[in-house]
């Protein structure tokens, strides 16, 4: 049963100014309103690209979106900053409505976009949670109910009857989500705010989130930079661009699509020459086989494609070599470690570096690439800093518990526990 439409949506700001802008625009759409004409300000506007100088007045933070959600469904929705995603979800949540289409939704709605969304202040954590529940449209009786569960969940019981103004962001967040997964809304909104809650919430947050669609069959819409949390837990994914979807699909393609188009700080034109030959093209590829980033414990490859001069002269051994940010070397991958040297056949071969598990800890790191003659001990090519490589979190262990990116060291190991 679809439980949520979206129809058409786009949502366009004024930049700079509160408001639609000059009593002038004002007018010209209440004229063009009285005449039944459209809304001439919505064939102006600039694409929402933040990186790049405004050329209009207006811009659109959101340009014709167009999405269906099933009911137990948890959608994920991805993107870079500014992409449009917050504003979505804030349509979704009627905070602000579309400037075009419309949002068909049944049931509830419980939204969760920002630390202590709709939280007053001066009100301890315990009146928040009627207020919350009052808000949703529960009775005094159903938010009794839960009100130990949502008390338990938050781990703030000793400051429940505190004002909620002296709470930490992170106390806020854990009551806040703890009100919105336990009272029982149809459809769940949450952005980012996950973000702010300590390594173990964040376990209990996605945990409670499965449970709420898998076990009870309602419906969560997922914002995350935390691709590894977006694996775990959604079903489906769209990716924005921009403020336009360029992407529906399973969660695994939409994550490998959004990686593979992140920001790379490094760029290498291809062909490279160097004295006795030239690489011809390199890609890092993820677990789908797309040139992306890398996410923590799946499958990468370091493809590489080289032109030898006299290549029958030559037993070549590709070495690559990661560097941290302060210049020490991680690890290295070696042919001739492998016995994988041999004198070349053709001037062109491939190298190919399959990694099945990659278990270095989420980062920047440098790739180097180093090119040698094993023949005459002689350096034919070599740059510390090749390529960017960016590893993202992931679920290392395969066990759905995500490891936060402090206190984890360089390399993550297998382990195998036993206890008796």
Request: net charge positive.
């Amino acid at each position: 049963m679809t439980i949520l439409k979206a129809k058409n949506i786009s949502k366009q700001y004024r930049l700079g100014l509160v408001g639609t802008g000059t009593l002038s625009h004002d007018l010209n759409r209440w004229w063009a309103g009285i005449r039944g004409k459209e809304d001439p300000y919505l064939k102006v506007g600039s694409v929402n690209d933040r990186s790049t100088k405004a050329d209009s007045a207006y811009v659109w933070a959101l340009k014709d979106i167009n999405f269906e959600v099933q009911q137990g469904e948890v959608l994920g929705i991805i993107g870079k900053n500014g992409a449009g995603k917050s504003t979505l979800l804030k349509i979704l949540s009627r905070v602000t409505i579309p400037t075009t289409g419309e949002i068909k939704t049944k049931g509830r709605i419980a939204s969760l976009l920002e630390v202590g969304t709709g939280f007053h202040p001066e009100l301890t954590g315990r009146e928040n949670i009627y207020l919350n529940g009052a808000i949703l449209g529960m009775s005094k009786a159903e938010i009794k109910s839960k009100e130990a569960e949502i008390i338990d969940f938050s781990g703030c019981e000793r400051y429940v009857d505190t004002p909620v103004k002296r709470y930490s962001s992170g106390m806020r967040v854990r009551l806040a989500f703890a009100v919105a997964a336990f009272l029982e809304p149809d459809i769940l909104v949450i952005d980012e705010v996950l973000a702010v809650g300590d390594a173990e919430f964040q376990k209990k947050a996605i945990g409670k989130m499965q449970d709420i669609s898998k076990g009870e069959g309602r419906t969560v819409l997922f914002v995350s930079h935390n691709m590894a949390a977006v694996k775990s837990l959604c079903t489906r994914a769209i990716v924005l661009e921009h403020g336009k979807t360029v992407f529906e699909g399973g969660t695994d393609e939409a994550v490998s699509f959004y990686l593979r188009n992140k920001e790379n700080n490094v760029s290498v034109s291809f062909p490279v020459e160097f004295e006795q030959g030239k690489i011809l093209d390199f890609k890092i590829l993820d677990y789908l086989g797309n040139n992306s980033n890398v996410l923590l414990g799946e499958k990468c490859s370091f493809k590489l494609k080289l032109k030898i001069n006299e290549p029958k002269s030559k037993k070549i051994n590709i070495r690559y070599q990661l560097f941290d940010n302060n210049e020490q070397l991680i690890t290295t991958l070696n042919t001739f470690h492998h016995n994988s040297n041999k004198v070349l056949e053709s001037e062109i071969q491939n190298f190919r570096c399959d990694i099945p598990n990659f278990k270095v800890s989420p980062g920047q790191y440098d790739l180097g690439l180093q090119i040698l003659d094993l023949n005459t001990r002689k350096i034919l090519y070599q740059n510390n800093y090749f390529e960017e490589l960016t590893v993202e979190v992931g679920d290392v262990f395969k066990t759905g518990k995500l490891p936060s990116k402090e206190n984890l060291g360089v390399f993550l190991s297998e382990q195998v526990w036993q206890i008796n």
